[in-house]
């Protein structure tokens, strides 16, 4: 059974901090990595993809991927509270086929 | 750009009753996704066209789930009988052709499902 584990949380971090979010799998021939961040009531919508070893950045995020370790994580830098929600890990293995979400860690950005 | 639509946004009924669920894709996306989202969990992919064509159903429980794709367009998803257990949401995505780089998984904005 493949699999993808998040803390569920909630993670809690004062505005401005950096918020770190972690990751593992279990299928090693896996090959894309995605970040969704799903507000309460709303439906996911992408943040950032990683298909390399290494760090990857897009504005305040940053996407960490280590195969070796079969470990990939979120770093928000300058947490907002407008960041406050679930932020859905999902792997596959390429694309988006068959893509594998976990079950979500929950951000809350306090002021 | 019109997103995915969906509806109904909210659907309740009495289990061993039956329910459909409608999608309308981004204009020209080939592939289609349907997902199951309870409570507490994240998405799981229960079927996926390209054009209209299944590319993966392996997650459906094709007892008493079944979706299709007439024209390679808009999807439905409908459960026969339902059961309890169903209560979710339910998630259409769909998704263009390109480079990776530009190619994201756009969602709609879901039907939740109460089963009674």
């Known amino acids: 059974q493949k699999e993808v584990e998040q803390n569920s949380g909630p993670l809690s971090v004062p505005e401005g901090a950096i918020a770190s979010l972690n990751c593992t799998y279990s299928d090693r021939g896996s090959q894309s990595f995605f970040w969704y961040r799903q507000y309460s009531g709303k439906s996911p919508e992408l943040i950032m993809f990683i298909y390399s070893n290494g760090d990857k950045e897009d504005g305040r995020f940053t996407a960490q991927l280590n195969k070796a370790s079969q470990y990939v994580s979120l770093l928000i830098r300058d947490s907002q509270p407008s960041d406050s929600a679930t932020y859905l890990c999902?792997?596959?293995?390429?694309?988006?086929?068959?893509?594998?979400f976990g079950a979500g860690t929950r951000l809350a950005v306090h002021p | 750009e019109a997103g995915v639509a969906q509806s109904p946004r909210y659907k309740i009924i009495e289990k061993r009753q039956s329910v459909a669920f409608w999608c309308n894709p981004i204009?020209?996306?080939?592939?289609l996704y349907w997902y199951q989202q309870i409570l507490g969990q994240g998405p799981k992919l229960l079927i996926q066209f390209q054009n209209n064509g299944v590319v993966d159903d392996s997650q459906l429980p094709k007892d008493r789930f079944s979706a299709e794709r007439l024209k390679g367009v808009d999807s439905t998803l409908k459960i026969q009988p339902a059961k309890l257990e169903d209560s979710a949401v339910y998630l259409c995505?769909?998704?263009?052709?390109?480079?990776?780089?530009?190619?994201?998984?756009?969602f709609g904005s879901g039907t939740q499902l109460s089963v009674l």
């Open positions: 999902a792997v596959g293995p390429g694309g988006y086929n068959k893509l594998i």
């Open positions: 204009s020209g996306h080939a592939t």
């Open positions: 995505a769909s998704r263009g052709q390109g480079t990776p780089t530009n190619e994201k998984l756009f």
